[in-house]
Structure formats: structure tokens, C-alpha cells
């Protein structure tokens, strides 16, 4: 019985956890911000691809 007081214990003074936790939040947030801003110029790069074009369609 002391033994699992002891493993307990251990498991509640580590930090490995919220740690983890902590790194798994900053990855998310990390993402959504990437995904938005590939969201954004994406949106730019494709406006500035159809003006390109339609100044091509309407030279010839």
C-alpha cells in the first residue's frame, strides 16, 4: 500500500504533465495562426493571379 502512496504521490509533485499539456496548447495555437495566414495570402495570391489574367485576356 505504500508503494502506490509513493507512485501517487510522485505523479501529483510531476510536472511532466502540465507541461505537456502547456506544449499541446502552444502547438494548437501555433497551427491556427499558421492556417490563418496561409488562409490570408492564399486569398491575396489568387486575387492577384485572376487580375494578371484578366489584364492578359484583355491586351490580346
Do not use: H, W
Given at each position: 500500500?505504500?508503494?502506490?502512496?509513493?507512485?501517487?504521490?510522485?505523479?501529483l509533485v510531476s510536472e511532466d504533465g502540465?507541461?505537456?499539456?502547456?506544449?499541446?496548447?502552444?502547438?494548437?495555437?501555433?497551427?491556427?495562426?499558421?492556417?490563418?495566414?496561409?488562409?490570408?495570402?492564399?486569398?491575396?495570391?489568387?486575387g492577384t493571379f485572376s487580375d494578371v489574367?484578366?489584364?492578359?485576356?484583355?491586351?490580346?
Amino acid at each position: 500500500m505504500k508503494s502506490l502512496a509513493l507512485k501517487v504521490q510522485r505523479f501529483l509533485v510531476s510536472e511532466d504533465g502540465p507541461t505537456a499539456v502547456e506544449y499541446a496548447v502552444m502547438l494548437a495555437l501555433i497551427v491556427i495562426v499558421c492556417l490563418t495566414a496561409i488562409s490570408s495570402i492564399g486569398k491575396q495570391a489568387s486575387g492577384t493571379f485572376s487580375d494578371v489574367s484578366n489584364c492578359i485576356s484583355n491586351a490580346r
